[in-house]
């Protein structure tokens, strides 16, 4: 009967999924049917953590976060947890090879908790490789089903877009991080500082991480690539977007690609798939 446990498990992290992330969820159901359980549970996994350190200010987040990551340390070795979300990425974390990506990763969403600014550039780099580049490596690992010699081979640029993603939500949730979660991820920029100048800055990095990323996306197992090239290319036309508005309505407000405009990137995404015109 565990198996109905498991099936049921990994049910609750495709819905966690389709839930929070229209632009992942859409993704996910590009890739091979015999990954998409494994991002699932990957996805529910970081979203709940990250869930915990962000959103729920009203009860004792550490303590929960606490319990979540015991939970989490406990089902490597029972092999199971009463969690759904835990139990789903147990399994997932052994069959991979996850676990330190996991570990760095709680790690850095612990440090949400304490840690308001980062203004080294160091120290902005960790948090981003713990936050988002892990979640990149941990997927890759599950694409290319444990080979290591492909692994090592695409590892820099799915760190590179594990980066750029973070660093557009960084961009374009401005306005939440500094006035509702008093975070400031860009080294020395407070919820003040942004300006034209300071964003270009920024927005040049996010670019050359795309163009190094993109090296890898073309290289990437047939059973992801459309996936994962649908979600680089949602993330390009928000970083164009932000590139284009000006720094006052980014600070003031929360750049978005409407419904319509998603349509049309997975529209010509696929085409470009179809003809393998990468």
Known sequence: MKALFDTSSLKCSKIVTNCYSTSF??????????????????????????????????YEQEELFHDFVQDYKKS??????????????????????????AEDFL??????????????????????????D????????????????????????????????????????FKEDTENLGRSYFPNLNSHSLNNANKEEIIKD????????????????????????????YYLKLLKKLKKADSEKIRNGRIRISNQLKLVILTKSYIRYKLNAF
């Open 206 to 233: 996010i670019e050359e991480d795309f163009n190094e990323a993109y090296k890898g996306i073309i290289q990437l197992p047939i059973e992801s690539r459309l996936g994962v090239y649908i979600a680089y290319r």
């Open 107 to 132: 790690k850095r969403m612990e440090a949400d908790l304490q840690v308001t600014e980062y203004n080294t550039k160091e120290d902005y780099e960790n948090y981003i490789y713990g936050s988002a």
């Open 134 to 173: 892990v979640v990149g490596l941990m997927c890759l690992r599950v694409f290319v089903n444990n080979d290591d010699k492909k692994f090592e081979a695409l590892k820099a640029s799915a760190t590179r877009l594990g980066s750029a993603f973070q660093k557009v939500n960084f961009l374009r949730d």
């Open 25 to 58: 969820s859409l993704g996910i159901k590009l890739f091979a049917p015999s990954i998409r359980p494994s991002i699932y549970a990957i996805y529910g996994f970081v979203r709940y953590a990250d869930e915990i350190v962000d959103s729920f200010e009203d």
């Open 76 to 101: 490597l070795d029972r092999k199971i947890s009463l969690n759904p979300i835990i139990n789903s990425f147990q399994e997932v974390a052994l069959k991979y090879h996850l676990q330190s990506y």
